[in-house]
């Protein structure tokens, strides 16, 4: 499987669609199978056990990636082809996203500021939306799952198709699940969640090009978890919504066209998104509201030349208002002008691949102020950064079989609205922040060198990594409490992260593959003593192993893609943590064993049914993972630990059902 991938699945190249086995950048692709396979309860769950991939997590609606040992804003996510802009600075805030839309995921590992600008320093998640049909086609689509732990349930619609030229594509997904279980806490309060979510594209497909409109609105609704009543005898399996909670809005609109010239091809994305998220305590009135209206524009040319050039050019950004609409504050009202202009080019001679480009970016940021009971809670600041940026990357095709890469890029990320004037709290946190209107942008410099091998019976891919950070914003806490609320601050420094993975997928018979993968990243903040040395949320080294076997096709033909997978996953002990005022505590060891099967059950004819079955965390093992925010919740445990556990033993089955249409 992986071998075809190398030599056919097509990336987002710096100056256009480019085989992955020709990308200087670390690229990985999740196909649409492994996608639908995939068991979790949001879209970062889905993709997270990729090597070098890991997530910050706070129960189990709420998820964020994080690519090599970095998070927050420093990952870009692009969403229906623009970035996705939420309040994604927050612990508690998750990507507001129908993964129902999404059909599969490129991730490029490395700064990558030279194509999205400011945020990319980390590298970019790209969810696809699925292709149109193919002409004279239509499709019918439902499907649903449901996980034994919490109780999730979903089901979902979606009817598409083309007709001469006009396409459509549109689906609706419903999803709740109640407080998840582990044998340490019993049912967790407050990690109950509700999502209803609607999306659709309408448009054109001609030979000139094609211009389409898509729209999507997320209403995602998900508990507050606080942690006093862990161990009681509530109701876990209640459905209802009960306070604390949060309730998040996420309209999106997008125009994405293409229009061809000769050997080139002119692309214009405009984007409007709005973000409402309220937080509410026990009256009906929302105690804190954050409305934060982004318009996304992107626009660039793509041309080929003779001798195996390809050039791009282009100009991209963005325009943010955020409006406070609540009695309780985080961060200021603010708005905020991005732009970025960007060059590249790629050269194909002989059995290399050359690729690199340069970008100017400039973001300005006003912010207002706020005077609350005689006391200054935001100060007005007027901020604006600027960086230079760029990439140069080369891949020898040194044989049919392997691949060797380099890449070094330059990357820049302005710092964010909460990072420089943040002065609140809100309990989904659990923390009280405090900003730093002196924080510089941070500036990073990153060598990856990586290789493939591709036979018959084995595949492999190894990559290694440095990345140096000139004045890395990170959230320290301070040795005191504020309101009730350990109290945190941003600080700055410069930083260096180590690291690499490997995967080997051996595969003695085709049928059955044994895959195996390793992961490791250690961040350092430079010219520090011991106890503030390491940097924070760095994920502990991982080691993943599955076993896949692959039946033949059976009952006549009607089974197909029949599958039995057993895997483990070990997280090793982290002990190399933030330690200064009690920011960070080590977290042991620990493994998860995990049990999947599928098939595709064909008895309409062409069509079929989709079947999954799994059980993650096999064994019922106890574990707090060290990116898990919970783990620092002030807890009534009954075993007294500090924090709280992640979810136990969960069953999934999932029923996916496509009936295709043709007509004539």
Partial sequence: ???????????????????????????????????????????????????????????????????????????????????????????????????????????????????????????????????????????????????????????????????????????????????????????????????????????????????????????????????????????????????????????????????????????????????????????????????????????????????????????????????????????????????????????????????GGARFDNRHLNTSSLLEDGVLRFEELSKNFSGVTGSLGAVWNVTDRLNLRLNAARGFRAPTVSELSSNGVHEGSIQYELGNGGLKAEKSTQIDLGMDYTSHFVNLQASLFCNWIDDYIFLARLPYETDGFRTYQYRQGDARLMGGEVSVDVHPFNPLHIENAFSYVRGLQLHQPEESKNLPMMPAPRWTCDVRYEFPDFAKGRCRRTFLAFGSECNLKQDKFYALDGTETATPSYTLFNLSAGMDLHIFGHNCIELTFSCQNLLDKVYQPHLSRLKYVETEAISGRQGISAMGRNFCVKVNIPIDIHLK
């Fill in 1 to 355: 499987m992986k071998e075809a991938i190398l030599s056919e699945v097509t990336v987002q190249g710096i100056a256009g669609i480019q085989r992955l086995k020709d990308a200087a950048s670390p690229f990985m692709v999740v196909s649409p199978k492994l996608l639908h396979n995939s068991v979790g309860t949001n879209m970062v769950d889905a993709v997270s056990y990729l090597p070098g991939l890991s997530q910050i997590s706070t129960g189990t609606g709420i998820s964020k990636p994080v690519i090599r040992g970095l998070g927050y804003n420093r990952v870009v996510v692009v969403d229906q082809g623009i970035r996705q802009e939420g309040q994604q600075w927050g612990d508690e805030h998750g990507l507001e996203v129908d993964e129902e839309g999404v059909h599969s995921v490129e991730v490029l590992k490395g700064p990558a500021s030279l194509m999205y600008g400011s945020d990319a320093i980390a590298g970019v998640m790209i969810l696809h939306p699925e292709h149109p049909l193919e002409m004279g086609t239509m499709q019918v689509k439902v499907g649903s799952q449901y996980q034994s732990n919490n109780g999730l349930y979903d089901y979902h619609v979606g009817f598409a198709g083309n007709l001469n030229g006009f396409v459509w594509n549109w689906h609706f997904l419903d999803k709740a699940a109640h407080s998840y279980k582990n044998k340490a806490d019993g049912y967790v309060p407050g990690t109950w969640f509700k999502e209803r979510d609607v999306q659709g594209m309408l448009g054109i497909n001609r030979n000139w090009g094609h211009s389409w409109l898509r729209f999507s609105r997320v209403n995602f609704t998900p508990g507050i978890t606080e942690g006093e009543l862990v161990g009681s005898d509530f109701d876990g399996k209640r459905y209802g919504i009960e306070p604390p909670y949060q309730k998040v809005l996420h309209t999106k609109a997008v125009s994405d066209n293409a229009w061809y010239f000769g050997d080139g091809t002119l692309k214009a994305i405009i984007g409007y998104q709005q973000n409402y998220r309220r937080e509410f305590e026990e009256e009906v009135e929302p105690e804190l509201a954050m409305r934060l209206h982004t318009v996304n524009y992107d626009i660039k040319y793509l041309h080929s030349l003779p001798h195996d050039w390809k050039l791009s050019t282009g100009i991209g950004g963005m325009w943010q208002k955020n409006v406070n609409q609540g009695e309780e504050y985080l961060i200021p009202d603010h708005h905020l002008f991005d732009i970025g202009f960007f060059a590249t080019a790629e050269w194909e001679w002989k059995k290399w691949h050359f690729s």
